[in-house]
T-cell receptor, first 118, second 111 residues
Framework: AQKVTQAQTEISVVEKEDVTLDCVYE???????LFWYKQPPSGELVFLIR??????QNEISGRYSWNFQKSTSSFNFTITASQVVDSAVYFCALSEDISNFGNEKLTFGTGTRLTIIP | DAGVTQSPTHLIKTRGQQVTLRCSPKSGHDTVSWYQQALGQGPQFIFQ???????QRGNFPDRFSGHQFPNYSSELNVNALLLGDSALYLC??????????FGQGTRLTVV
């Protein structure tokens, strides 16, 4: 069975500090996909990134970066120079490869509540 | 281009009642998935609809059922409501295995 663990329940940092959110996953699939979503107080899950299991290149998008390490089954997310608007709950998710049709069924972690202190 | 829209945004029901939640997918998306998010937890997959059929189902009882219409919109029905059904219900739409886009959710309270 698939499982995603986000050990950090809550993190608080002062604005402009860097912060890393940890994500560890378990799966028996050789092909799978990893995601990060942001959930602000409004409730909507905002898609941030999707990576497949064959692409271990780190990715940077503005102040966001992701470190995928298959050897440790981790997919960590770093926010550089944090801002108050980054305050939200962040979820890591995993899906299996569905070859025949349609789209991924996501298994989510329990989330990390990030608070940026002005 | 409207994103995923859900209605209603909030709902209060009594134990034993039935409820229907609605979802309109993002334009061009043909697959709709439903998730239940209890307070302080991550979303849990309920089921997924594609071509008007239930294609995948999570570990939820038969009290949870759904439907997808020809225009790809979807409904989630829950019968015989329990207090434990109180949660945020999220709808996600996608196409061609592109990452799912979520709506703002329906917060259901069962009293």
């Amino acid at each position: 069975a698939q499982k995603v663990t986000q050990a950090q329940t809550e993190i608080s940092v002062v604005e402009k500090e860097d912060v890393t959110l940890d994500c560890v996953y378990e799966t028996r699939d050789t092909t799978y996909y990893l995601f990060w979503y942001k959930q602000p107080p409004s409730g909507e899950l905002v898609f941030l990134i999707r990576r497949n299991s064959f692409d271990e290149q780190n990715e940077i998008s503005g102040r966001y970066s992701w470190n995928f390490q298959k050897s440790t089954s981790s997919f960590n997310f770093t926010i550089t120079a944090s801002q108050v608007v980054d305050s939200a709950v962040y979820f890591c998710a995993l899906s299996e490869d569905i070859s025949n049709f349609g789209n991924e069924k996501l298994t989510f972690g329990t989330g990390t509540r990030l608070t940026i202190i002005p | 281009d409207a994103g995923v829209t859900q209605s209603p945004t909030h709902l209060i029901k009594t134990r034993g009642q039935q409820v229907t939640l609605r979802c309109s997918p993002k334009s061009g998306h043909d697959t709709v998935s439903w998730y239940q998010q209890a307070l302080g937890q991550g979303p849990q997959f309920i089921f997924q609809y594609y071509e008007e059929e239930e294609r995948q189902r999570g570990n939820f009882p038969d009290r949870f059922s759904g439907h997808q219409f020809p225009n790809y919109s979807s409904e989630l029905n829950v019968n015989a409501l329990l207090l434990g059904d109180s949660a945020l219900y999220l709808c996600a739409s996608s196409v061609n295995r592109v990452a799912a886009f979520f709506g703002q959710g329906t917060r259901l309270t069962v009293v």
